[in-house]
C-alpha cells in the first residue's frame, strides 16, 4: 500500500521558472524527509521537517510540512539545470527509523 | 560521502537461480537497510538490520533473505530470482534508531538486477 502520494509525477521546465511538488497522504508523520536522486546514484537527504507547519529553506528550496503532518510540499524557486532530478519524499511513523517513501517526482530543468 | 559501496553494480541472471548482493560500509553505523526502487513505486524497504546478526522485515520482505555477521556488510539473498525481482536495489545506513525519522539515512550507488 502506497502511503505517500507525489505529484506531479514529471514536470519538465525551463530554466528560471518556479514550481511546486506537493507530498500528500491520509497518514500522520512524525517526520519527513525530502531526498534528491540523479541517475545511477542513491537518493541523498535534503532536509528534514518534524514539526506540524514548519518552513526549511535550503538557498532557492522550500519545504513545508503541513499543519496536520500530514502532507509537505516542496517549492523551488528559479529553477537551475543542476535541480534536474528524481525528488522523494519520505515519511516516518511513531518512534522509528522506517522510512515510507512516495512515488517520486521526475524533474527536467532546460537550460 | 558516506562510505557505503555495493557489489555488484550490475547483474544479469536466469530465474530460478540464486543471487546475493552485497553491501559494506566504513562508517561503522549500527542500522543498515535494503530497498528496491521500480517506476511508480518509489523505494520500498525489503529488510533491516539493528545489529550483527539483528534483522527484521520490511514491506516487501517475501522471496528475499538477509544476513549480518559482520557490523560492516550487509548481504541480500534472492534464494530463486524471479523476473519480478528485476529491479534496482539500494542499502542505505543510518546511526540512529527511534528518532521520529529525524536521523538521516546514507544511501549507497545501488545494483541494477535484471532476471531474465
Known amino acids: 500500500t502506497q502511503l505517500l502520494e507525489q505529484s506531479p509525477q514529471f514536470l519538465s521546465i525551463q530554466e528560471g521558472e518556479n514550481l511546486t511538488v506537493y507530498c500528500n497522504s491520509s497518514?500522520?508523520?512524525?517526520?519527513l524527509q525530502w531526498y534528491r536522486q540523479e541517475p545511477g546514484e542513491g537518493p541523498v537527504l535534503l532536509v528534514t521537517?518534524?514539526?506540524?507547519?514548519e518552513v526549511k529553506k535550503l538557498k532557492r528550496l522550500t519545504f513545508q510540512f503541513g499543519d496536520a503532518r500530514k502532507d509537505s510540499s516542496l517549492h523551488i524557486t528559479a529553477a537551475q539545470p543542476g535541480d534536474t532530478g528524481l525528488y522523494l519524499c519520505?515519511?516516518?511513523?511513531?518512534?522509528?527509523?522506517?522510512?515510507?517513501f512516495g512515488t517520486g517526482t521526475l524533474l527536467a530543468v532546460q537550460p | 560521502d558516506a562510505g557505503i559501496t555495493q557489489s555488484p553494480r550490475h547483474k544479469v541472471t536466469e530465474t530460478g537461480t540464486p543471487v546475493t548482493l552485497r553491501c559494506h560500509q566504513t562508517?561503522?553505523?549500527?542500522?543498515m537497510y535494503w530497498y528496491r526502487q521500480d517506476p511508480g513505486h518509489g523505494l520500498r524497504l525489503i529488510h533491516y538490520?539493528?545489529?550483527?546478526?539483528d534483522t527484521d522485515k520490511g514491506e516487501v520482505s517475501d522471496g528475499y533473505s538477509v544476513s549480518r555477521s559482520k557490523t560492516e556488510d550487509f548481504l541480500l539473498t534472492l534464494e530463486s530470482a524471479t523476473s519480478s525481482q528485476t529491479s534496482v536495489y539500494f542499502c542505505?545506513?543510518?546511526?540512529?534508531w527511534g528518532a521520529g525519522g529525524t536521523d538521516t539515512q546514507y544511501f549507497g550507488p545501488g545494483t541494477r538486477l535484471t532476471v531474465l
Open positions: 542505505a545506513i543510518s546511526s540512529e
Open positions: 562508517e561503522n553505523h549500527r542500522y
Open positions: 538490520s539493528y545489529g550483527v546478526k
Open positions: 497518514s500522520v508523520f512524525s517526520s
Open positions: 521537517v518534524v514539526t506540524g507547519g
Open positions: 519520505a515519511g516516518a511513523k511513531g518512534a522509528t527509523n522506517k522510512l515510507i
